[in-house]
């Protein structure tokens, strides 16, 4: 097979084919990256020289992957950052034992000083069980149609085009479900979903109403020289869903649909690339019937995760992007040959036949030794390479 560019290569494997070679990513998204510690071990390992990293995500403390990176692990996919609360107007201040940040939202953040690894919601912006309508109407949201968000990234993503790579545009929030959660406590909007629906959706609606914003402000903008849109909502737990699949399909799927629906409008020949960690195998069908076409992270120690069985009944219908080791245990502590041997039999579950492209079931994490991730990536290529190889420097 002749050699693709990378953007062929990616756009290849989400059409269901299989391509010149497994389609690599790394922190083109704020789900599918590394954190800042880890990319420091990371680039030492590689012998690429010590840079002042840039983090394209302030709360989860994650690294943009500068070029140089990118190019030595072969990775064909570069992100499209907007400007949103993990990384605009971030002003981090002390208060005691913590690092504090008040972002846009009104959301009050903590991390540990002198150096916590990642930011916890510490403070919501409207609490209590006496919520009203009006206040979820008449709370100050941040305008989410404001064009500083995307200012130069049409300039960036025709650069990553000229030189051949697959683009991907970040969305500017979390998904519908998960940010409610933030802008009223998850215990509180799961008493409000089964207590009083109509509150919730009066919530739902008005978050909805913000994600159209930014996409009929941004996919006019960004819509032709974007191969790839993200919606990041979580649903799973370890074990199952946080809500039941009536509940989300009574009150979230036709939310979603028709904020797919609007992107495909604007953007036709992107791909809908949707994450959702944890067990969400029973609602897998319900995301491909509303328009989701990658399903990201293949959450492989997760029940009802198995990739033999994703990929048998799911991989027609949607294709799959992450899962290539499991991030909370092998990749962290296992061996470096055990986590070629994780890598290996979820390779061979999910990319014989195309429809994979190459990630961690999520972000890799500060605690993660360079060797775990330079033995990920000599799986990649054994596995490719047909056979087991010494472990080696990339």
Not at 58 to 72: G, N, S
Not at 167 to 187: H, S
Not at 270 to 284: D, E, V, Y
Not at 296 to 323: C, S, T
């Amino acid at each position: 097979m002749a050699e693709m560019t990378s953007r062929e290569r990616v756009l290849a494997a989400l059409n269901h084919q299989e391509p010149d070679r497994i389609p690599i990513d790394l922190g083109s998204t704020q789900v599918t990256g590394i954190h800042v510690i880890a990319a420091r071990g990371l680039r030492d390992a590689l012998g690429l020289p010590p840079v002042e990293p840039v983090l394209c995500d302030t709360i989860q403390q994650l690294a943009l992957p500068e070029d140089d990176l990118l190019r030595r692990l072969d990775v064909d996919t570069r992100g499209l950052f907007p400007l949103n609360s993990h990384n605009w107007q971030v002003h981090e201040e002390p208060a005691g034992e913590y690092w504090r940040y008040h972002d846009e939202w009104g959301i009050t953040h903590h991390r540990p000083r002198p150096d916590g690894l990642y930011y916890s919601i510490v403070r919501v912006p409207l609490e209590g069980p006496e919520i009203t309508a009006s206040d979820i109407l008449n709370y100050p949201w941040p305008d989410m149609g404001d064009p500083r968000r995307i200012a130069g990234l049409r300039e960036q993503a025709l650069a990553f085009r000229a030189q051949g790579y697959a683009v991907v545009l970040k969305d500017a929030f979390a998904g519908i479900f998960e940010m409610a959660q933030r802008i009223v406590g998850m215990q509180e909007l799961l008493v409000m979903m089964a207590t009083d629906e109509a509150l919730a959706g009066v919530l739902f609606d008005k978050l909805l109403e913000l994600k159209l914003d930014f996409w009929e402000m941004a996919l006019p903008e960004l819509g032709d020289v974007v191969d790839v849109v993200t919606y990041n909502d979580d649903y799973g737990t370890q074990q199952s869903q946080l809500i039941s699949p009536a509940m989300f399909r009574q009150q979230l799927k036709p939310r979603v649909r028709i904020l797919f629906e609007r992107i495909k409008q604007l953007a036709p020949h992107t791909k809908q690339f949707f994450h959702s960690c944890g067990n969400i195998r029973p609602l897998i069908p319900d995301y491909i019937e509303i328009g989701a076409e990658v399903l990201n992270p293949i959450h492989v120690r997760a029940r009802g995760m198995d990739p033999v069985a994703l990929k048998r009944d799911f991989g027609a219908d949607v294709a799959f992007w992450g899962g290539a080791v499991d991030t909370q245990d092998v990749l962290p502590h296992g061996t470096p040959q055990q986590v070629r041997d994780d890598v290996r039999r979820n390779l061979e579950a999910l990319a014989v036949g195309g429809g994979y492209v190459f990630n961690t079931v999520h972000n890799i994490q500060a605690d993660v030794p360079p060797e775990n991730i330079l033995a990920l990536w000599d799986a990649l290529r054994e596995f490719q390479a047909g056979g087991a190889t010494e472990s080696r420097a990339l």
